[in-house]
T-cell receptor
Framework: EDKVVQSPLSLVVHEGDTVTLNCSYEVTNFRSLLWYKQEKKAPTFLFMLTSSGIEKKSGRLSSILDKKELFSILNITATQTGDSAIYLCAVEAARGSTLGRLYFGRGTQLTVWP | KAGVTQTPRYLIKTRGQQVTLSCSPISGHRSVSWYQQTPGQGLQFLFEYFSETQRNKGNFPGRFSGRQFSNSRSEMNVSTLELGDSALYLC????????????????FGEGSWLTVV
């Protein structure tokens, strides 16, 4: 059965700390791995990763994928209170020639204290 | 450009009732997918519609159904509501079917919070 496991499920840090969020997966016909940030509203897209070892970076956030070990990490440096959110990892699995679907993990609830 | 719009945002229903949720995708997007989000299970895929046809379906009972109209707007219906159906129901739209496929990024609405009492 296809699954995506995120850890930790929750994390509390202080502003300025660096955090690493983990996502491991077991999915047939892997296509891509995506990270989303969800505050008290719609999840918003952060990164899409398809190739191993290539880091994607956006400001203080970065992510990398290891397709051999079937995991990804999301790093946030110099955390701010605005980083408090649920971080969702999703893996796209191919179904047929082009139609894929996303499998989501349960998310990591990050709380950043001032 | 308007985002994905879901209505209603909040609703309370009693067990046994049915509910219909609506989703208007981003203009020009023809694919709409639905997810159920609960604290215990996270986001779980319900189904995806493209060109008024269900293209993909998750592992939910037949009480959960959906449809898509010619203008790409979509509705989902849950019949005979159970307490466990209490959740945030998220709709997402994308230009083409196949979520996340090579940059076919999906865009989420803010969801409909359903409470079943």
């Amino acid at each position: 059965e296809d699954k995506v496991v995120q850890s930790p499920l929750s994390l509390v840090v202080h502003e300025g700390d660096t955090v690493t969020l983990n996502c491991s997966y077991e999915v047939t016909n892997f296509r891509s791995l995506l990270w989303y940030k969800q505050e008290k509203k719609a999840p918003t897209f952060l990164f899409m990763l398809t190739s191993s070892g290539i880091e994607k970076k956006s400001g203080r956030l970065s992510s990398i994928l290891d397709k051999k070990e079937l995991f990804s990490i999301l790093n946030i440096t110099a955390t701010q209170t605005g980083d408090s959110a649920i971080y969702l990892c999703a893996v796209e699995a191919a179904r047929g020639s082009t139609l894929g679907r996303l499998y989501f993990g349960r998310g990591t609830q990050l709380t950043v204290w001032p | 450009k308007a985002g994905v719009t879901q209505t209603p945002r909040y609703l309370i229903k009693t067990r046994g009732q049915q509910v219909t949720l609506s989703c208007s995708p981003i203009s020009g997007h023809r694919s709409v997918s639905w997810y159920q989000q609960t604290p215990g299970q996270g986001l779980q895929f319900l189904f995806e519609y493209f060109s008024e046809t269900q293209r993909n379906k998750g592992n939910f009972p037949g009480r959960f159904s959906g449809r898509q109209f010619s203008n790409s707007r979509s509705e989902m219906n849950v019949s005979t509501l159970e307490l466990g159906d209490s959740a945030l129901y998220l709709c997402a739209s994308s230009p083409r079917p196949g979520q996340g496929f090579s940059g076919n990024t999906i865009y989420f609405g803010e969801g409909s919070w359903l409470t079943v009492v």
